[in-house]
T-cell receptor, first 114, second 113 residues
Framework: EAQVTQNPRYLITVTGKKLTVTCSQN?????MSWYRQDPGLGLRQIYY???????DKGDVPEGYKVSRKEKRNFPLILESPSPNQTSLYFC?????????????FGSGTRLTVV | GENVGLHLPTLSVQEGDNSIINCAYS??????FIWYKQESGKGPQFIID???NMDKRQGQRVTVLLNKTVKHLSLQIAATQPGDSAVYFC????????????WGAGTKLIIKP
């Protein structure tokens, strides 16, 4: 089944403790992206990657890092999480940057930073 | 910045009726538009897309209309079913925004039995 898999689905952590949210897609998509979704603010892009070893900042990159060493994986790293990073996170992939054929989203990771 | 927004935050529709969800955008250079459906607890799901060289596109029970003159996009759902209950997002992208998706705030569709 073609899908984007995120882990974990839920995570509660403490301020300052580094964490990684994994994202993997099995569709050989070139383009991958991370979003956060907050009430009243909709979906905001954090980082995106157009291909292996190519990453760029989105609208809200502060406090986040990403890497794209392999085509299928695009982990999101919070080096020192803070409470304002409490949010619902989505990873997405598409065939190309245009989003032709549509973006496929993961099921989401609900992160709480206390 | 550029905006993609929705006219109504909540839409209640009788089961079996048609639903129309509207979206306004401000970037006249936008050339690709997508509608997504997000059910509770799930990620957004692609519904239908349309390019700026078209004004209408149909899918299964859904139709997207694009009016470039007034920069307006709509999603029509025929014979609305309980499973259509969700939040619907329009998203816009263009070469000039580096093909990043710009999202609307979302419209919640409620189906009345």
């Amino acid at each position: 089944e073609a899908q984007v898999t995120q882990n974990p689905r839920y995570l509660i952590t403490v301020t300052g403790k580094k964490l990684t949210v994994t994202c993997s897609q099995n569709m050989n998509h070139e383009y991958m992206s991370w979003y956060r979704q907050d009430p009243g603010l909709g979906l905001r892009q954090i980082y995106y990657s157009m291909n292996v070893e190519v990453t760029d900042k989105g609208d809200v990159p502060e406090g986040y890092k990403v890497s794209r060493k392999e085509k299928r994986n695009f982990p999101l790293i919070l080096e020192s999480p803070s409470p304002n990073q409490t949010s619902l996170y989505f990873c997405a992939s598409s065939l190309d940057r245009d989003g032709d054929y549509g973006y496929t989203f993961g099921s989401g990771t609900r992160l709480t930073v206390v | 910045g550029e905006n993609v927004g929705l006219h109504l935050p909540t839409l209640s529709v009788q089961e079996g009726d048609n639903s129309i969800i509207n979206c306004a955008y401000s970037n006249s250079a936008s050339d690709y538009f997508i509608w997504y459906k997000q059910e509770s607890g799930k990620g957004p799901q692609f519904i239908i897309d349309i390019r700026s060289n078209m004004d209408k596109r149909q899918g299964q029970r859904v139709t997207v209309l694009l009016n470039k003159t007034v920069k307006h996009l709509s999603l029509q759902i025929a014979a609305t079913q309980p499973g259509d209950s969700a939040v619907y997002f329009c998203a816009e992208t263009s070469y000039y925004s580096n093909y990043q998706l710009i999202w609307g705030a979302g419209t919640k569709l409620i189906i009345k039995p």
